[in-house]
């Protein structure tokens, strides 16, 4: 059988990230209730990132706690691919070891290069492109909360980065209307949002974008690796908050979330970060339940 990886929502079908969100929801009951699941019992997760992580890091480990297997955190710091191994080299290696990897990295292309030599299964645990994991737990978060996210609207309000590009994804697959405001020079790929067409708009104006939205999401205005572009990129997000007078023009019901961590008084207002229509640590939770299902998905044999 050909070995499934999950570097972009485009890894699954429609009908798979559907089933897996029926999975996820089932399993954070059965959590709930102490039944003990352990399909992994005896496989081992590596977790080779480059860049911080609290979330997306406690989440895979838990999740293999939970399932009976085991994860290793390799940082760049300890391991020879940060002292220049080819990628290539150490996708053989840990693929002999490891059952799975999940990757967290800059250049989306070299989760691609490690995946297409590696013979176990590889996770996108974010690029600079994209951020897959963290949409199975806001699509999650959207069913449990609303049923299914099929003829909605959802807002994108801010950078048009990697969140925003799983956004894109998420739209086709699961057949939303995306209205993505960004300012000028931070939208998301033209190739993304024409692959799109038909379910994504791009505008300029983050009150058009909200409008009658049955979802508000954003996310920082400087990524992790554009640290040097924070002071210019502040100034120019300045019109793209989502605070309480924004939030009042999107459906009366609308949800907000944010991958988190979020930085109050920047893209969000704390008053709609821990308002009443607030989402986000129902988001954080879910990206351990989703996450379990991706893998009991992955490694199915
Ligand atoms: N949302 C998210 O991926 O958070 P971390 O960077 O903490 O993993
Ligand atoms: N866009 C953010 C997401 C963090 C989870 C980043 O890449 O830093």
Known sequence: MAIRHFLTLLDLTSEEIVAL??????????????????????????????????????????????????????????????RGEPIEDTARVLSRMVDVVAIRTFEHEKIERFA????????????????????????????????????RTVAWVGDGNNMCHSYID?????????RVASPEGYEPDPQLVAAGSGWVEVMRDPREAVAGAHLVVTDVWASMGQE????????????????????????????????????RGEEVTEDVLLGPQSVVWDEAENRLHAQKALLELLLRR
Request: a positive charge; hydrophobic letters at 40%; one cysteine or more.
């Open 21 to 82: 969100i029926d999975r996820a929801t089932e399993l954070k009951a059965r959590l709930r209730d102490g039944v003990i699941d352990e399909p992994l019992k005896n496989r081992t997760l590596a977790l080779v990132f480059e860049k911080s992580s609290t979330r997306t890091r406690v989440s895979f480990e838990a999740a293999m706690v939970q399932f009976g297997g085991a994860t290793l955190f390799l940082s760049p710091r300890d391991t020879q691919l940060g």
């Open 228 to 263: 040097s572009e924070q002071a210019q990129r502040l100034e120019r997000f300045s019109a793209y908050q989502v605070n309480r007078d924004l939030m009042r023009l999107a459906a009366p019901d609308a949800l907000f979330m944010h991958c988190l961590p979020a930085h």
């Open 170 to 178: 998420a739209a086709r697959q699961l057949e939303f209307r995306l």
């Open 116 to 151: 297409a030599y590696s013979g176990v299964p590889v996770i996108n645990a974010l690029t600079d492109r994209h951020h897959p994991c963290q949409l199975l737990a806001d699509m999650q978060t959207f069913f449990e909360h609303r049923g299914s996210i099929a003829g």
